[in-house]
């Protein structure tokens, strides 16, 4: 198998079918072999699994009486097929239900990459700047006034959409983040697993909260970080407001929403 591009080195790893064993071997390759978004040396692959070498994503499937491999494609939301091959000089494009976020992100960061990985979903458009490897910047649909720290772990954790990886779009940012790859992505599945944690109990992004009328519990009783929530529900009232304008993480002010509803100092409007 030839794949042409700059990432890819001229021997770059070894595949090999033994009896009904498939296994992959990097073979000292610069930019890395990864499966199911871990970089391995040597590893087994199953049904179902990743495997991503240079921006070539290929999902290993099940054959006439072996496993196999074949380029992942999906459709886009035209029904049109979208491939997760590049050639030389073209965009690295596909499916975030096929491919994570973070599993790209590892790729990068391996590979020093820099470029402008452009996310979108039915609703919401997000884009993280990377530059030799790293996440130095994020913005949800073009909203610089929220922390990047905010943006990039919001756009790791979604589950569907497209994304592109193309050129670096900025080159100045105004606020960069200092946080590792590695860093970056365990804070933001810790804060997606918290956050499932609270379950139905916090109301959706588009929702809306007001002070409960009347309002029966006393607010002396709270704490300065529950007060500054407060204010922000009385200004805004719009759940993805508050978590934007909050100078907590999402998972602290979505953790204190929650607790204020419950203790009726809120009301779901």
């Known amino acids: 198998m030839v794949l042409v591009e700059d990432m ?3 021997r770059h790893a070894a595949i090999r079918v033994t009896g009904d064993r498939l296994e992959v071997e990097d073979l000292g390759s610069t930019n890395g072999t990864f499966v199911n978004g871990e970089r391995v040396q040597k590893a087994s692959l199953s049904e179902g699994d990743r495997l991503l070498i240079g921006t070539s994503i290929i999902r290993i499937v099940r054959g006439a009486g072996a496993a196999s491999m074949v380029p992942i494609a999906a459709e886009d939301d035209d029904g049109n097929p979208t491939e997760y091959r590049t050639g030389k000089g073209k965009a690295m494009s596909g499916s975030v239900s096929e491919v994570p976020i973070a599993d790209l992100l590892q790729l990068f960061s391996a590979a020093k990459k820099t470029g402008t990985l452009t996310v979108r979903n039915e609703v919401d458009t997000g884009k993280l700047h990377i530059v030799d490897g790293r996440v130095a910047f994020a913005t949800l649909n073009g909203n610089d006034d929220i922390e990047p ?6 756009i790791i954790a979604w589950r569907d959409g497209l994304f592109e990886m193309g050129g670096l779009e900025e080159d100045t940012f ?5 946080m590792s790859t590695e860093a970056l992505l365990m804070e933001a599945m810790h804060q997606a697993d918290e956050l499932a944690r609270l379950g139905s109990d916090m109301p ?5 909260i007001s002070l409960a009328v009347p309002l029966i519990p006393k607010l002396s009783q709270l704490d300065a970080d529950s007060l500054n929530v407060v204010q922000l529900a009385h200004n805004y ?3 993805e ?3 934007n304008r909050s100078n907590q993480s999402d998972l602290a002010t979505a953790s204190i929403i929650v ?6 100092y809120f009301r779901l409007d």
Request: positive net charge; hydrophobic residues 40%; charged residues 15%.
């Open 204 to 208: 959706p992004l588009t929702a809306h």
């Open 259 to 264: 607790g204020l509803l419950r203790q009726n």
């Open 8 to 10: 890819v080195s001229r």
């Open 149 to 154: 720290a905010k943006s990039a772990f919001r």
């Open 237 to 239: 009232g719009h759940v």
């Open 174 to 178: 105004p606020k960069s983040l200092n």
């Open 241 to 243: 407001t508050i978590l």
